[in-house]
């Protein structure tokens, strides 16, 4: 809403002002500037088509704002009373407007931003000489310039002898001249939103003045959860980040823009998929079991919905239906101040993201768009042909194993001259390829006072560089704000999208699940693509037992279609039932219907071996929430009040039904016609609801501007939980100590605003299944008297006591501006302990049951997290850079009865162990093997020890921590790598000169480990697939210095659990970088700027895979940082234009 701040003289004149004292009095007109930078009107280039007659002056200023977003700001004594004005002026500049208007009018303006700061044109009348005077003793002319903080000079500043109404004004450059009789002489200098300043003449005759920008009237406003509150009366770890800062970013959903630009939040890329999932860990993961995902609230509305119809989980991202280019701005929330408000949702931190809404004015159109194109970042370096012969024969010979012959085709792993090879089959060329991208989106925007609405229109086409992967997007939102009375509001927000496209085979086993990217890398370059016949080479099984898909008619023919539409509304009014009380009622629905349909042909080796494989699936999310909350605001002398008060309701509904067939006699008929196919698998179905009721409160108070308190609590019911404590409640507390309020503060001048705070909270994490508190009914099959029958028994263990995670939260923090606003530093101190943590407990086995799901144990993550930005120039050439910087801690503390172990396998077929979880270690860590080289000469053959009977020089040697002699997995491991980085950076810079701008933004990670699970098929010196290039410097006889092992036809296992699979993870990236030209507006164009765009320009790594941001487990809270075949990030390149009408 747009608020003219006028100051009006009473009608009464009973209490007469002295005419010297009326200029002393215009500092206390006007607050609320804008930002420090000071920009022109060309620059904020908003077109205006004025024709008014005989109207008021600030019935023209009325009628500017209505068509722009610029603020008049006045003090009503200035402008000439009962003076009327005229205009007429189509697609003008502000200038060119306020030219005209103020012609033959006693005003001056300046802008700031967005505001219009409107000043009378003070003019020093000369006395009239009655008598001939006395010449004074003293009398000089002083001259200067009054600028602000930047060096631009401000026009209109009053300049006035202290105690007289002697006085002048700066002209448009800034500059000044008044003359002067004493030396003593005190000029007050002062303008609105500016501090004044008083100094004393002296001898000088030049007087340079630089105003500084009054921080009070610097009220940036920010979302947090059920309200809004100013920046500066924050006492949360709230990071923000606005659409400017997203509109330059390519992303297929909002999550991927946050990588990089908001301290302590960690995100990783599961899969450089089109529509890829992302993992996003907000000052580290605080459950072993639950989920560690953040909370997203869209517009007031926490989502669940979304959900895929299965398939690969890492490689669909739910997000992704919302369109990045609707988003206004996002803020994280951290701390337990700024969390608890969403109770036993928060632990994980909450995500705010605010949709872009209307505003009043004359309609707006603007369209952005962009068209590039992908490729892989990089290709792995493999064998050739020769060189894999060579290997093949020198592993046979080694392990003394014949020559086999290949039944079908003939002798494709016999060789008898490697050295006639050539280069072979590059299967990675087969399978990626330059992909396009491309994304148009249509915003219109307008309204009046009464009414606004904000509607756009996108669409969005991503071909992967996996050939055969493609994601395609297409929305509409419609944001609409109205006034149904006075005191009433009515406001509506709907979405609906549709995303579809086909999934490309990555991430996980390449050994059953016809992994494309796996296959690339290990089909053997001698293998030709095509047999003699015409049909497609298949190695299933190879000589060595292990199968070998073709990756080529995978790409090609492989179908796995998902296609998801989804629909989210809400509807609220706002009643002002007094001018400081408001009640809001929402209601609102989530709803997404998600269908998969996969299909395995004949050409591929799955489809081979089934006569064609084909699956249907559909999935039903249902979301509906009711919420009623009620503001409060009051201002009491120095007491300033803010209350929320609210009750909120929200149902979800989720269903599934899956259904395959295999052995057709066609392909023709793909998923289409399951019936066709004569063996059927068992269906799946499940349907489940949850609901959860909560009451909700948060008193905020501010005493002098300087001291802050915030109390914050949620109760919520879930039906989640067991029956005695379906219950919980989550306060926080936090203080914030303005210190810049101080006089002692004060007197430094380069402290524009300094505060510290603290937070104390507990929240609570509830994602987990439902009815898992429940004993649930399973259906078995069992053997009748040679029939087979159905029947049902208990699944689980019932826990009546199933409870939160809770988690604890203090942080302490530091907010400091500088030189006006100029700089600003960020710093916060965290730690959080979890507690009640949700585990499967071993049981006896006499009942029955392997475990019970219960609450037990506790960890903690503790970090820092440190935040500098500021605008470096601010001139012609601009320059504004923003540097984050964190790092977290974790570790487990505490899960009794708990026997230290691997979690889980990450490859059945290749038997490699997952994460090691041990109280006192971070979670995630890798407990192996330590490889220690190959026994390179007799001498450390001889010293032993050895891991297996039959070992030789050139063979794979560990250490050996227990000092027995023997290599023994169980009792010589040792944690070898850690998933999580030591800390996490990011790095923006903008540049503006002229028409040009330039954006590069840069973010990595460092002291992070990568388990490279892909090493383990391709850099074991093995002869059935093919290797990386580095395996040609293996040992040998002849090259005894290498630390490769040698060629062998049987892989020592011990070589895949050791950290012969570990690699450093660091990276630096330059993600992005931006360049464009805004050129001037013209007529029917109020804007237009064409820029290019690079995407993962550069890596700098030491890390061996396709990209070192990766987590092909997804969302796994126990495995991170691995890489199983994950989909390949590309680089991007691409133009686009943006353009207003």
């Not at 071996?609 to 002398?637: P, V």
């Not at 001291?707 to 067991?722: A, E, I, M, Q, V």
Request: contains cysteine; hydrophobic residues 35%.
């Amino acid at each position: 809403m747009k608020i003219n701040f006028l100051l009006r003289r009473g009608k009464s004149n009973r209490l007469a002002i002295p005419a010297k004292l009326v200029l002393t009095m215009k500092l206390v007109t006007l607050l609320l500037m804008a930002t420090l930078s000071q920009v022109t009107a060309i620059g904020y280039s908003q077109k205006i088509s004025l024709e008014k007659r005989n109207v008021s002056i600030e019935a023209a200023f009325k009628a500017i704002e209505n068509q722009t977003d610029y603020l008049f700001l006045y003090d009503k004594l200035d402008l000439p009373p009962s003076r009327l004005v005229s205009v007429s002026i189509k697609n003008a500049t502000i200038d060119q407007t306020l030219t005209q208007l103020f012609q033959d009018l006693p005003l001056s303006y300046k802008i700031f931003k967005k505001n219009i700061v409107i000043k009378k044109e003070v003019k020093i009348k000369e006395e009239s000489v009655v008598a001939p005077m006395e010449k004074p003793s003293f009398l000089q002319a002083l001259n200067g310039k009054v600028t602000d903080e930047k060096g631009e000079g401000l026009p209109g500043v009053n300049i006035v002898i202290k105690g007289t109404s002697k006085g002048a004004t700066t002209n448009t450059s800034g500059e000044y001249q008044i003359d002067i009789t004493d030396k003593a002489t005190v000029l007050v200098f002062s303008f609105v939103g500016y501090l004044t300043q008083e100094l004393e003449v002296g001898n000088r005759t030049t007087l340079d003045v630089t105003l500084k920008v009054d921080d009070k009237a610097l009220e940036e406003v920010v979302v947090v959860g059920y309200g809004t509150q100013k920046k500066s009366d924050l006492t949360g770890a709230i990071s923000s980040i606005k659409a400017e800062d997203l509109k330059k970013l390519p992303t297929t959903s909002f999550d991927q823009a946050i990588q990089g630009r908001a301290a302590g939040v960690q995100v990783t890329q599961a899969s450089s998929a089109p529509g890829g999932r992302v993992s996003i860990r907000i000052r580290g993961g605080n459950s072993l079991s639950s989920g560690n995902e953040p909370l997203y609230v869209i517009d007031g509305y926490p989502i669940t919905a979304g959900g895929t119809a299965g398939g690969n989980g890492a490689g669909q991202n739910p997000l992704a239906s919302i369109n990045p280019s609707d988003i206004a701005s996002m803020e994280i929330l951290k701390d337990a101040s700024a969390t608890a408000i969403y109770g036993s949702r928060g632990a994980n931190g909450v995500v705010l993201v605010t949709t872009k809404r209307g505003k009043a004015g004359k309609t707006s159109v603007t369209y952005d768009g962009y068209y590039g194109v992908q490729k892989v970042i990089k290709k792995l370096d493999l064998m050739n042909a020769r060189e894999f012969a060579t290997l093949v024969n020198e592993a046979r010979a080694n392990d003394g194993v014949a020559t086999p012959v290949y039944p079908n085709p003939a002798d494709l792993y016999n060789f008898p001259d490697p050295a006639t090879m050539g280069e072979g089959v590059d299967y990675q060329d087969e399978i990626f390829r330059s992909a396009a991208i491309q994304n148009h989106t249509l915003n219109i925007s307008g309204g009046n006072d009464n009414t606004k609405i904000a509607v756009s229109g996108s669409y969005f086409d991503q071909k992967g560089v996996l050939i055969g992967s493609d994601f395609k997007r297409a929305s509409i939102r419609a944001n609409i704000d109205t006034k149904l009375s006075k005191n009433i509001m009515f406001s509506t927000n709907l979405t609906g999208s549709k995303v579809w496209g086909n999934n490309g085979r990555s991430e996980g086993d390449g050994g059953g699940n016809a992994n494309t990217v796996n296959a690339a890398l290990i089909m053997p370059p001698t293998v030709p693509i095509f047999q003699k016949d015409g049909t497609y080479t298949r190695l299933n099984p190879t000589p060595g037992g292990s199968t070998v898909h073709n990756p080529v008619p995978i790409v090609l023919f492989n179908k796995d279609f998902q296609n998801v539409d989804r629909l989210m509304g809400t509807m609220a009014f706002t009643w002002n039932i007094i001018s400081d009380l408001s009640l809001k009622v929402s209601v609102g629905t989530d709803m997404s219907n998600a269908n998969r349909e996969t299909y395995e042909p004949r050409e591929t080796v799955n489809g081979y071996n089934a006569n064609g494989r084909a699956g249907q699936a559909n999935r039903r999310s249902m979301s509906y929430l009711n919420e009623n909350i009620l503001t409060y605001n009051k201002a009491i002398n120095k007491h300033l009040f803010n209350v929320v008060a609210g009750y909120t309701r929200q149902m979800d509904r989720d269903q599934l039904f899956s259904a395959s067939s295999s052995n057709f006699l066609t392909d023709l008929y793909e998923a289409d016609k399951l019936d066709a196919g004569a063996v059927f698998a068992s269906p799946v179905s499940w349907k489940n609801q949850s609901q959860l009721v909560s009451y909700l409160g948060r008193i905020n108070y501010t005493f002098n501007n300087k001291y802050l308190l915030s109390l914050t609590g949620r109760s919520d019911g879930s039906s989640k939980f067991g029956a005695n404590n379906k219950w919980a409640f989550f306060p926080s507390v936090a203080v914030g100590y303005r210190l810049s309020e101080e006089k002692f503060i004060q007197s430094i001048d380069a402290i524009s605003n300094l505060k510290v705070r603290a937070s104390f909270g507990k929240t609570g994490n509830q994602n987990i299944e439902n009815y898992r508190s429940l004993a649930r009914l399973n259906v078995y099959n069992y053997d009748l008297s040679g029939a087979l029958v159905s029947g049902l028994a208990p699944g689980n263990i019932a826990n009546p006591d199933l409870r939160w995670e809770t988690t604890a939260t203090t942080d302490v923090g530091i907010d400091l501006d500088l030189f006006g606003n100029r700089l600003n530093f960020v710093a916060d101190y965290y730690y959080k302990k979890t507690t009640d943590l949700l585990w499967n407990v071993s049981v006896p086995q006499t009942s029955g049951f392997a475990s019970i799901f219960r609450n037990i144990g506790s960890l903690q993550n503790k970090g820092l997290e440190l935040s500098l930005g500021g605008e470096i120039f601010v001139k012609e050439f601009k320059w504004n850079s923003q540097l984050n910087w964190s790092m977290n801690r974790n570790k487990v503390l505490d899960i009794p009865g708990y026997t230290p172990t691997t979690q889980n396998e990450i490859s059945g077929h290749l038997k490699i162990n997952g994460s090691w979880l041990e109280p006192g270690l971070p979670v995630g860590v890798w407990n192996l093997l330590q490889y220690d080289g190959v026994f390179q000469n007799q001498e450390q053959f001889d010293k032993g020890p050895r891991s297996a009977a039959n070992d030789k020089l050139g063979d794979a040697r560990f250490i050996d921590r227990n000092g027995n002699g023997s290599i023994n997995l169980a009792e010589d491991r040792m944690i070898v790598g850690d998933p999580n980085p030591d800390f996490i950076y990011g790095w923006s810079n903008n540049f503006s000169y002229k028409g040009f701008d330039l954006s590069v933004y840069m973010q990595g990670t460092f002291g992070n480990d990568i388990l490279n699970v892909q090493r383990a098929e391709s850099n074991v010196s093995g002869p059935w697939g093919n290797q990386r290039k580095e395996i040609v410097d293996r040992w040998t006889p002849t090259n005894t210095t290498s630390n490769i092992p040698r060629a062998r036809v049987t892989v020592n296992p011990l070589l895949l659990q050791s950290s012969w699979l570990i690699e450093d993870g660091s990276f630096l990236r330059v993600k992005t970088a931006s360049l464009g030209y805004t050129f001037k507006p013209s007529k029917g164009i109020s804007s237009c700027r064409v820029y290019v765009t690079g995407q993962n320009l550069l890596t700098f790594t030491k890390y061996s895979g396709f990209d070192p941001e990766v987590n092909s487990p997804g969302n796994s809270n126990l495995q991170l940082g691995v890489d199983y075949n994950a989909y390949p990030a590309a680089r991007t390149f691409l133009v686009g234009v943006n353009v207003g009408f």
